[in-house]
């Protein structure tokens, strides 16, 4: 299950990460409070065969399946609305694992979606890091191949008020064009690096596909572009990950 800003998808996949069931997909519902997303996982299991487990990939801080804060479904109607403080309320403390457990009556494993992507394209080695560009901006960081805490890059600040979700998130992809987004990509690149000082950066989500050429050029050989689809095979090795 990967629970994004505007969509949330879903398929069956076997231990290799070969899908056994074409994904199925549903507009992320607004406002979104737990019982609902939990309501909308379900609903799209009921359409796919049956499985044993279940990975879920959300937007936000966890903890050991706990939700700690969610940036985009606390909002009224989406990422860039206005929060609502009962949805902060609702969210923050919530036991994903163990409601998603409940409704599907499965084994779960909830994770940040950046850490499932992750989990897909990790070789294991040195200090790897993942930043997926969508709605907004994601990220997880592996060192040897396993997961470091999360941290919720995304709220972090960088100029005129805006966080990283604002500075690169799809809102401003649409309003600046591929071309100066792609540039804003490189320099969030720039910042990161002397701070996570990597052996590898991944970038992923549905936006990566989207830098320019340009650009692509100029990021560097430890940097890599990744597939989307990465996200899904991440549900499955996700559940082999070691935590720091």
């Not at 100029?159 to 987004?181: M, N, P």
């Not at 989500?205 to 340009?214: A, D, V």
Request: include cysteine; aromatic fraction near 6%.
């Amino acid at each position: 299950m990967d629970c994004g800003g505007g969509g949330i998808k879903a398929s069956v996949l076997d231990s290799a990460g070969t899908m056994h069931a074409q994904p199925v997909r549903t507009a992320t519902p607004y406002p979104l409070p737990p019982a609902r997303l939990v309501a909308t996982i379900a609903s799209l299991a009921e359409q796919l065969p049956r499985a044993q487990r279940v990975t879920v990939g959300m937007p936000g801080m966890l903890r050991h399946g706990v939700v700690v804060a969610t940036p985009h479904y606390v909002t009224r109607s989406g990422p860039r609305t206005r929060v609502l403080p009962e949805l902060v309320l609702h969210w923050s403390g919530f036991d994903m694992r163990g409601a998603v457990e409940e409704a599907l009556a499965l084994p779960a494993l909830v994770l940040n979606d950046a850490e499932v992507h992750g989990a897909g394209v990790v070789a294991g080695a040195g200090l790897e890091m993942i930043v997926t560009l969508g709605t907004g901006l994601g990220n997880a960081v592996f060192d040897g191949g396993a997961l470091a805490p999360h941290v919720e890059l995304s709220q972090g600040p960088v100029r005129w008020g805006l966080t990283y979700d604002d500075y690169i998130g799809e809102h401003e992809r649409l309003r600046l064009g591929d071309a100066q987004w792609s540039r804003r990509v490189r320099k969030v690149v720039e910042a990161l690096r002397p701070m996570y000082m990597w052996d590898r950066l991944y970038l992923g989500g549905g936006n990566s596909r989207r830098i320019s050429p340009q650009v692509l050029a100029r990021l560097g050989d430890d940097v890599v572009i990744v597939p989307n689809s990465a996200g899904i095979i991440g549900g499955v090795r996700a559940w082999d990950l070691r935590v720091r």
